[in-house]
């Protein structure tokens, strides 16, 4: 089969002839049918601190995707030849303190689809069958394609009450902007969201923002002014990994206001001003992947009930054109860039 590969630990990926993978007894073998790019697949084609300590080459990249199912192991029941799938990329162990209390996103020893084992830029992958998730009728391939990094989204939003609540997000990336559509889907009040790229403030507004903002030319005083809201916003989403973002949120939320951070900054150490956080009383929460399956039904549903997060696909690419479709999402002047695998 055809796979995009790491072939040796430095820069670049190849697209490369390799042996298709075998399912074993509780494996789902699936033959991919579209892939999107993660800000991760750019941190390993490029081949970055990050990647250099955590990848082991040669390994096919690549976890957000989706497919129909080609065949199971021996042991595996409820899936049929053709159906439509998705897979949750984080593989957890089962028997670890976290997932026998039903945390699974903080199992121990997490395995990462096309991170520490093979991935889904390929025409065929195996996925434990327990990892794979049967897309709906009603969700498109395109949206069954980004529901790893729409799942982020989700269950970053979904972590506070929104109904009637003003929510501050700090970063429009793909994530910060689907969360926008997420919030307005489920009744928040005014969501003002911040980034410092137009062509991503401008799919944030389309996605519904109230306010879609540049920090460094308007003030969250003055939206906050225009909007007449007087004391704060109660929730905040932080999405940008921005020292500077994180700091402007704590700086304009309510006295009790709740943060949920999802960005992850790119230095070790960010400054804070914990006597904002203390005297306001803030909830600060770190979150992490996607609740299993708890947030895969959560946005299946909403898509089922009308979500509509289209308008954050910005661009398409075939395999051949891989390095045009890294360069898209590095370039930041993009929502989620797919690539068209058949
Ligand atoms: P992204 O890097 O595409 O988006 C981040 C956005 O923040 C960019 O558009 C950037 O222009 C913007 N930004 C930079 N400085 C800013 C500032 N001062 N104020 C406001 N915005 C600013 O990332 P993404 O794919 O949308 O993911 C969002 C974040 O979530 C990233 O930090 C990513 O690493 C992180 N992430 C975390 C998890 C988790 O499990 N915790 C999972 C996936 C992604
Ligand atoms: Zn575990």
Not at 213 to 235: K, N
Request: proline share 4%; aromatic share 6%; charged share 25%.
């Amino acid at each position: 089969m055809r796979a995009l590969v790491k072939t040796t630990a430095a820069p670049g990926l190849s697209l490369e002839e390799v042996d298709d993978p075998e399912p074993g007894p509780n494996d789902v073998l699936i033959e991919v049918r579209k892939v999107a790019v993660c800000g991760t697949d750019l941190h390993i084609a490029r081949w970055d601190d990050w990647a250099a300590k955590t990848i082991r080459p040669p390994m096919v990249i690549g976890h957000e995707f989706m497919g129909k199912v080609s065949g199971f192991g021996a042991e595996v029941s409820g899936f049929s030849v053709g159906q439509r799938v998705s897979a949750e990329g984080h593989i957890t162990c089962g028997y670890c303190r976290n997932c026998r209390a039903g945390r699974r996103r903080f199992c121990a020893n997490t395995v990462g689809i096309g991170v520490n084992r093979d991935g889904a830029f390929a025409d065929l992958i195996v996925v434990p069958a327990s990892n794979v998730f049967p897309v709906p009728d009603e969700i498109s391939d395109d949206i069954a394609t980004i529901l790893d990094p729409l799942g982020n989204a989700t269950h970053t939003t979904l972590e506070y009450d929104l109904v009637g609540e003003d929510v501050l997000i700090t970063g429009a990336g793909p994530i910060g902007m689907m969360s926008v559509a997420i919030a307005r889907h489920v009744g928040a009040r005014n969501i003002v969201i911040t980034d410092v790229k137009p062509e991503r403030l401008a799919i944030a507004a389309d996605l519904g923002a109230d306010r879609a903002i540049d920090p460094r030319t308007t003030s969250l005083d003055q939206v906050m002014t225009d909007l007449e809201m007087t004391e704060g916003f109660d929730v905040g989403l932080e999405m940008s990994g921005a020292s500077a973002a994180l700091d402007e949120m704590i700086g304009s939320m309510i006295t009790g206001g709740k943060i949920a951070l999802l960005g992850i900054p790119s230095a070790d150490r960010v400054p804070i001003d914990w006597n904002d956080i203390i005297f306001k009383g803030l909830t600060v929460k770190g979150i992490y992947g996607r609740k299993m399956f708890e947030t895969w039904y959560k946005m299946t549903t909403m898509l089922q009930g009308g979500l509509d997060v289209s308008s954050a696909i910005t661009h398409h690419f075939s395999i051949e054109e891989h390095e045009a479709a890294f360069n898209a999402l590095e370039s930041g002047d993009c929502g989620k860039v797919i690539i068209d695998w058949g």
